[in-house]
């Protein structure tokens, strides 16, 4: 898989040639179906989308889909905000995309999130195999890492700060370099996402410290649905193409119900989209899947404290509604 997509999403769209013969009327040129971009980035909760492309769901839909993977989900939001990509797979940054919608109203709708906690793993801090820390408290004055942008380092500080462990700085790390810096020494220890948890463990080099570790820390439950990633259309793209962003979604959703009735089968798409492979994509715990018409009232207030923790920190500008942001048929 090269840096900007992977190479089975790649189609010849083929121009179909203006034949002109002599004398003969103008030759009406076949219309090239509308390409869906769609911005992803390595961890497993992008598994419905992942499934949903390999298992041709998007194909049998008509629709052409490009898979374009990118190091951040801060770089999926920039690329939809400059027009690059139609929207983002489930794992995309909640509060990246949230970032911006502040910059531009009316962005995105969210057809999708992947909620965590700590039944339905995603977030963690890991540790070296032999780190003589045992809480996170623990790491207070240490070496930590997070993943890369806005949301990844707010919440690591923020779940440190409530954990016993406040004024502890984090640096920014690609999250593919995450256990190779735990190995190295370079890092005590890093906010993470699967499956840089399972690729550590399987490795012999990390140890899990705490997961589910948002749900507990900023929404006060173990247990709370932790909407930390989303899968998202455009607002531009769902009012050019209703139909196909119907179409779109229907097909999304069948990536879900692959994830959720079939898990086995769906787990094997992990590779080529994430640091797992072969046999050891059955050891990566799944995220949940909530669709936009699934919402339930204690789900919408639990996505709201979620973002109503960066409008406390001055990550966003001014408070955003998170039913405003949910996409309506």
Same mark, same amino acid.
């Not at 820390?217 to 173990?222: A, T």
């Not at 455009?234 to 229907?250: D, G, R, S, V």
């Given at each position: ?25 103008? &030759? ?18 992008? !598994? ?6 390999? $298992? ?6 008509? +629709?052409?889909?490009?898979? !374009? ?27 990246? +995309? ?34 003589? &820390?045992?809480? !996170?408290?623990? +790491? ?12 990844? $380092? &707010? ?14 700085? &984090? ?12 190995? @190295? ?33 900023? +929404? ?33 959703? $069948? ?35 909530? !669709? ?9 207030? @639990?996505?709201? $404290? ?24």
């Amino acid at each position: 898989m090269t840096d900007s997509f992977h190479p089975r999403r790649r189609t010849l769209l083929g121009a179909t040639a203006a034949v002109a013969t002599l004398g003969a009327p103008a &030759v009406l040129r076949a219309q090239a179906p509308t390409k869906i971009r769609i911005g992803y980035w390595p961890v497993a909760a992008g !598994l419905p989308f992942y499934a949903a492309v390999e $298992k041709g769901y998007f194909k049998e839909a008509g +629709l052409e889909v490009e898979a !374009l993977k990118f190091a951040g989900a801060q770089q999926v939001m920039e690329a939809m905000l400059a027009g690059r990509c139609d929207g983002s797979s489930n794992g995309t940054g909640s509060g990246n +995309l949230g970032v911006g919608e502040i910059a531009s109203p009316g962005l995105f709708k969210i057809i999708a999130t992947n909620p965590s906690n700590a039944k339905y793993v995603l977030d963690q801090f890991l540790v070296p195999k032999d780190s003589p &820390v045992k809480t !996170l408290a623990d +790491l207070k004055g240490k070496r930590v890492a997070s993943g890369p942008g806005i949301q990844n $380092k &707010v919440l690591a500080m923020t779940v440190l700060e409530r954990a016993g462990a406040a004024g502890t700085s &984090v640096t920014e790390l690609p999250i593919g370099q995450h256990v190779a810096a735990l190995a @190295a020494g370079q890092v005590d220890a890093v906010y993470t996402l699967e499956p840089t948890g399972t690729v550590g463990r399987l490795n012999g080099t990390t140890r899990l410290l705490e997961a589910g570790v948002i749900a507990k820390y900023i +929404l006060g439950d173990p247990l709370a649905p932790w909407h930390g990633g989303s899968a998202t259309l455009t607002t531009e793209f769902i009012k050019k193409n209703p139909e196909l962003a119907k179409k779109y979604i229907a097909a999304y959703a $069948k990536g879900i119900a692959l994830v959720r009735n079939d898990p086995a089968e769906a787990r094997k798409f992990l590779k080529g989209y994430t640091a797992i492979e072969g046999p050891l994509t059955g050891e990566v715990p799944l995220a949940s899947y909530m !669709l936009y018409n699934e919402f339930k009232p204690g789900d919408v207030a @639990a996505f709201q $404290k979620f973002f109503d923790l960066f409008t406390e920190k001055g990550v966003f500008e001014k408070k955003l509604d998170v039913t405003t942001l949910l996409y309506k048929a």
